[in-house]
Nanobody, 124 residues
Framework: QVQLEESGGGLVQAGGSLRLSCAAS????????MGWFRQAPGKEREFVAS????????YYADSVKDRFAISRDNAKNTVYLQMNSLKPEDTAVYYC?????????????????WGQGTQVTVSS
């Protein structure tokens, strides 16, 4: 069983930055692929970014490319999402997810464990 806990969400003005963290339980964190997804009110949960088990491969949704950066620290069992140049349309609940397969997937159904989410609100 893997437990994931997100933190770092909050209210920020457009153009600002936030850094989300996701702390994972388990001794095999370094073997998981990790991803961030988000869900805005009335919308489907969508892919944001993912990173492979060793950090060598990363993928981003087109809407966040060049503004967001995903990284991981396997020694701390933590994955991060640095979000810069935030826009009101980035407002959503952000979820961290773990894929036991280890690669950086963009598909929601390839993730095995999910956190509870953290709210990000960007005001205009």
């Amino acid at each position: 069983q893997v437990q994931l806990e997100e933190s770092g969400g909050g209210l920020v003005q457009a153009g600002g930055s936030l850094r989300l963290s996701c702390a994972a339980s388990g001794r095999t964190f370094s073997s998981y692929g990790m991803g961030w997804f988000r869900q805005a009110p009335g919308k489907e949960r969508e892919f944001v970014a993912s990173v492979s088990w060793g950090g060598g491969a990363t993928y981003y949704a087109d809407s966040v490319k060049d503004r967001f950066a995903i990284s991981r620290d396997n020694a701390k069992n933590t994955v991060y999402l640095q979000m810069n140049s935030l826009k009101p349309e980035d407002t959503a609940v952000y979820y961290c997810a773990a894929a036991l397969r280890g690669y950086a997937s963009i598909r929601r159904n390839e993730y095995d464990y999910w956190g509870q989410g953290t709210q990000v609100t960007v005001s205009s």
